[in-house]
């Protein structure tokens, strides 16, 4: 991923969360603090599900994937941000920009996938319980997983290669903690209407369709719900899903807010924000939601640790 050869450009400069130095040793610490959850609750989930032999179920093998997802995003750029906490001056190379951009929307959009197919295996779960072992099987649950890193490699390949093809003169500096779309596309001294044309056809796909598919499963899933008469029967079905409905909410409502919109609209503190909250809130909160909430994953720790 050179530079073309009309970029000028070979390193850039990331202003990070705040220039006030004194909240730069809280940030670390509270950062450091967000990472190692995020490490250690989605390594914890990847080790439960292998070596659980109950766990290894379509709804799991899905869990599998958003754990090692939001383990690889996250870090993507935790700890180059960790890093710049504590740097005076926080430079990242073109190369490095470019692959960290790549990587990050490979991991982001494979999640929104992953999340899409969670839902339809609750909907076939709940509304198709006898058939669920053939609507679900092995095949199926692998095909679903692979077509979400087809996606995610096509949406990454996109964004990457249109942020290529960019000319970036004497302007290096990114007011981001990262190299995100909207701030690189802010620095180019060329035109960039087809990247921002790019950036809402792939991200308007890669929001609106999975949005859409989750948004009909749980319509079905709660008419299906509605007709079960027992109201401990009706608990039952509502818990199973209610772990995906909190996890689907904060990562696509974030991802709406911050890239559903002109580039120009909104502040950069806005967008750092919001930011923050789907690459590092995300990622740390979804194994603390189904773990938390999750009897089978409780039962599976606790036969884990009584083996040692």
Known sequence: MAPGNDSFVTEFILLGLTDRPDLQLPLFLLFLGMYMITVLGNLGLIFLITLNSNLHTPMYFFLFNLSFIDLCYSSVFTPKMLINFTSKKNIISYMGCMTQLYFFCFFVISECYVLTSMAYDRYAAICNPLLYNVAMSPK??????????????????????????????????????????????????????????????????????????????????????????????????????????????????????????????????????????????????????????????KTALRKTLSRR
Do not use: W
């Not at 950036?199 to 890669?206: A, E, K, L, P, S």
């Open 140 to 297: 199926v649950c692998s095909s679903l997983v692979l077509a979400s890193y087809l996606m995610a490699f096509s949406g990454a390949m996109a964004h990457t290669g249109c942020m290529l093809r960019l000319t970036f003169c004497d302007a290096n500096t990114i007011n981001h903690y990262f190299c995100d779309v909207h701030p690189l596309l802010q620095l180019s001294c060329t035109s960039t209407y087809v990247n921002e044309l790019v950036v809402f056809i792939v991200v308007g796909i890669n929001i609106i369709v999975p949005s859409f598919t989750i948004f009909v499963s749980y319509c079905l899933i709660l008419t299906n719900i509605l007709q079960i008469k027992s109201t401990e029967g009706r608990s039952k079905a509502f818990s199973t899903c209610t772990s995906h409905i909190i996890a689907v909410s904060l990562f696509f409502g974030s991802m709406s807010f911050m890239y559903l919109k002109p580039s120009s609209a909104g502040s950069m503190d806005e967008e750092k924000i919001s930011s923050v909250f789907y690459t590092n809130v995300v990622a740390m909160m979804n194994p603390l939601i189904y773990s938390l909430r999750n009897k089978d994953v």
